[in-house]
C-alpha cells in the first residue's frame, strides 16, 4: 500500500510541477521575441527528430516482441513528429506564414497522439483494438502515407474553412476538451495496469500523457510572444524523452537490435524465449513460480516443450512467436490464487477449485492490459480447455479451442505430471507419456499427441536433459 502511495504522490508531484513553472514562466516579460522564435525552431527539431527517432525503434521493438500497445505508441509518436515538424517550419519568423498554420500543426500533433495513445489504454480484446491487431503490418507505412497527405493538405490550403474552425475560440475549446478526455482516460488506464503489473511501459504513457495534458492548456492559453510559450515544447519534449528512458529500459538487449530481430526467425527454443523475457515479463513470471513453490521453473519449460511441439506440427512464425511470449506467462493468475488454496497438500474443496480454476480468466484480463496480442491471449485463457469440451473456463469443444492453446496443453500437463507437487511425487517420463496418449481425443489434441509422441522417439536426449536439470527461473534468469 505504502508502494502505490509513494507512486501516486510521484505522479501528483510530477504533473503539478510544469504547471507552477508554467505560470511562473508566463508571468515574466519577453525581452525580444525575434531570439526567442529562433531558438524555438531549434528546441522545435530536436524534439521532432527525437519523435521520429523514438516512433521508429519503437515500431520496430513492437513487432520484435508482438506487443500491440507498443504499435500504438509508435503511431502516436509518429503523428506527434510529423505535426511538431511542420508547426516548426510553420513558424512566421522561419516561412513568414500566417501563425494560425503553426497552431494547426502543433493543435494536430496533440490531437492525433492523444487518439492513438486513447487507443493503446484499450484491451486487447478490444473490437476496435482486434480489428486493427489484423491491419498491425500495414498500420505504420499506412498511417505515415496519411500524416504526409493531411500535413501537405493544410500547406496548400490554409484558408480552408474547416483550419478556420480549429482557430477559432470555440474550435480551439472543443479540441481542448477532446484532447483532455483522451488523455485522462489513458492516464486513468495506464496508472490501473501499471498498479496491477508494474509493467514500465504504462507508467511511461502515464507521464508522458499527462504532460501532453498541460502541453495542451499551454498551446491554448500564450503565444510565441510570451516566454510561457516554451513549456509547450519542452513538455512535448519530456513526453518523448520518458518513454524513450522506458524503452531503453526495457527492451535493450545485450546483441544488436539486427541480430535480436534475426534471432526470431531461427528455430531455438532458448533464443526464442530469450527475446520475451523483458524486466517485465521476468518479473511476472519470478512473482508466480515464487508464489507457487511446487511449479519452480514450470512456464519456461512449458514454453521450451510447446515451442518443440509447435515446430513439428509446422506453426508459422508468428503462431511460434505467441507460443514463446504466452508460454511464458500462461499461469500468472495465479497470483491472485490465496497461498494455501494454491500450496493445499491435501484434496480442494469446491469453493477451493473454483478459485485455481479463476486463474486462466484472471491471468487473460491482467494481460489484455499490457499489450498481449490476441494468440498469447488464447494461451493464457485457454490452456485448460479440453478436447471434449470438459475443460475451463469456457468448455470450448475440439478446433474451437486456439491451436497455440492445443499445443500448450500438452507440453503443461507433461511438466506439471513430471514435476513435484504439494500433493505427490513426480511421475517417470514413461509414466507421463502413458496418460498423454490415453487422453488423447478426450482432453487432447489427436494431432498434438501424435506429434509429441514423435519428438519424443526422435529428441530422447532433449528430454533427457530437461528431466535431468529441471531448471528453475531464477537460474534461467540469472
Known amino acids: 500500500m505504502r508502494s502505490r502511495k509513494f507512486v501516486l504522490f510521484l505522479l501528483g508531484l510530477f504533473m503539478v510541477i510544469p504547471i507552477l513553472l508554467y505560470f511562473w514562466i508566463s508571468s515574466l516579460q519577453l525581452a525580444n521575441p525575434s531570439t526567442t522564435i529562433s531558438s524555438l525552431i531549434v528546441v522545435i527539431a530536436i524534439v521532432a527528430i527525437l519523435a521520429i527517432v523514438i516512433s521508429v525503434a519503437i515500431g520496430i521493438v513492437a513487432q520484435q516482441v508482438r506487443n500491440i500497445k507498443l504499435i500504438f505508441v509508435s503511431l502516436a509518436y509518429a503523428s506527434l513528429a510529423a505535426m511538431v515538424l511542420l508547426h516548426g517550419l510553420a513558424l ?18 496533440l490531437m492525433l497522439s492523444s487518439v492513438w495513445l486513447w487507443l493503446s489504454s484499450l484491451s486487447a480484446d478490444h473490437r476496435l483494438v482486434r480489428w486493427l491487431t489484423t491491419k498491425k503490418t500495414l498500420l505504420l507505412p499506412s498511417w505515415c502515407a496519411v500524416l504526409v497527405v493531411l500535413g501537405t493538405l493544410i500547406w496548400m490550403f490554409p484558408n480552408y474553412h474547416l483550419l478556420d474552425f480549429m482557430y477559432s475560440e470555440f474550435g480551439k ?12 482516460w489513458t492516464v486513468y488506464r495506464h496508472l490501473i495496469t501499471y498498479m496491477a503489473s508494474r509493467f514500465s511501459l504504462q507508467l511511461a504513457l502515464v507521464y508522458s500523457t499527462g504532460w501532453m495534458n498541460t502541453a495542451q492548456i499551454v498551446l491554448i492559453t500564450t503565444s510565441p510572444s510570451n516566454l510561457g510559450w516554451w513549456g509547450y515544447h519542452i513538455l512535448l519534449f519530456l513526453s518523448v524523452i520518458a518513454v524513450t528512458l522506458m524503452i531503453i529500459g526495457e ?43 511446487y511449479t519452480a521453473g514450470h512456464n519456461y519449460r512449458v514454453t521450451v516443450y510447446a515451442l518443440k511441439l509447435g515446430e513439428e506440427l509446422g506453426l508459422s512464425s ?13 499461469d500468472v493468475g495465479k497470483l491472485h490464487i490465496p497461498d494455501y488454496v494454491l500450496n493445499k497438500p491435501g484434496k480442494l474443496t469446491d469453493s477451493e477449485r473454483k478459485l485455481i480454476e479463476k486463474h486462466p480468466v484472471d491471468g487473460y484480463n491482467m494481460c489484455k492490459q499490457v499489450g498481449f496480442m490476441i494468440e498469447e491471449l488464447a494461451i493464457i485463457r485457454s490452456h485448460h480447455e479440453r478436447w471434449n469440451g470438459t475443460g475451463y473456463p469456457d468448455q470450448l469443444v475440439g478446433e474451437d479451442i486456439p491451436l497455440v492453446a492445443r499445443v500448450t496443453a500438452v507440453a503443461d500437463v507433461y511438466d506439471a505430471l513430471t514435476s513435484s507437487r504439494s500433493y505427490r511425487t513426480a511421475m517417470s517420463h514413461e509414466q507421463a507419456m502413458s496418460i498423454l496418449i490415453e487422453d488423447s481425443g478426450s482432453h487432447f489434441d489427436p494431432q498434438c499427441i501424435a506429434a509429441w509422441k514423435k519428438i519424443v522417439e526422435d529428441e530422447k536426449r532433449f528430454f533427457t536433459e530437461i528431466l535431468s536439470t529441471h531448471l528453475d527461473m531464477k537460474r534461467v534468469l540469472s
Do not use: C
Open 92 to 109: 512566421p519568423a522561419l516561412l513568414n506564414e500566417h501563425l494560425q498554420n503553426s497552431y494547426i500543426y502543433a493543435q494536430l500533433g
Open 173 to 184: 475549446r472543443l479540441f481542448t476538451l477532446s484532447i483532455l478526455l483522451f488523455n485522462t
Open 318 to 330: 508468428t503462431q511460434l512467436k505467441s507460443i514463446a511470449q504466452g508460454g511464458l506467462v500462461h
Open 251 to 293: 527492451y535493450k538487449h545485450g546483441e544488436s537490435l539486427s541480430m535480436s530481430i534475426k534471432r526470431l526467425y531461427r528455430a531455438d527454443p532458448d533464443g526464442w524465449i530469450q527475446t520475451y523475457l523483458t524486466p517485465s515479463v521476468k518479473d511476472l513470471v519470478i512473482k508466480t513460480e515464487t508464489k507457487d513453490a
